[in-house]
């Protein structure tokens, strides 16, 4: 495994099976929540399929593995905290937000106005490849995701999404 800092927890084979007491399995979604949320931020992916083989979800060491019921409910309690959606309509395909997609809006739109880029056109690729942006939180981000970021400042007037020629773009105001 990587440099990623496990919890404890992640070796207690119990954690692997969802607990039924009411406050046991309250305090080990939350750890779960908590944990899948470090985990995509810091392997910095946002996309997730229910039964791909992932070692966040999958300990050889102490040879457990977590349910897909067990995934889906942790993926449902990220949802209800905004910081996951279903793609599809069977609710196996996942995007996964460690900071909500209103909070990436904010994020976003405090870089663009810190770097000057209020009034102006600048397209996706710069905001999450742009030389830029490189060390910002947001560098990498999924696009689907940055969209949908964007789209909460949309809301709030605080810029728009446009298209021209085969690129996508956003004015910040």
Known sequence: ????????????PPFFTIQLHGKTKEL???????????????????????????????????????????ILLILEELEKS??????????????????????????IYQWASDNGMTNTVCTLYEISQGESSANEEFFGLDQSVLVKALKTLQAKQKCELMSFDDNEGVKFF
């Open 1 to 12: 495994m990587d440099d990623f800092d496990w919890p404890w927890e992640y070796n207690f």
């Open 28 to 70: 080990q979604l939350s750890v779960w929540t908590n944990l899948v949320l470090k985990y995509f931020r810091h392997h910095r992916e946002s996309q997730y399929t229910i039964g791909d083989e992932i070692v966040l979800f999958s300990n050889q060491q102490i040879q457990r593995k977590l349910s897909n019921d067990g």
């Open 82 to 107: 905004g910081n996951a959606a279903p793609v599809d309509k069977k609710r196996l395909q996942w995007e996964i937000y460690w900071h909500p997609l209103d909070e990436w809006g904010n994020i």
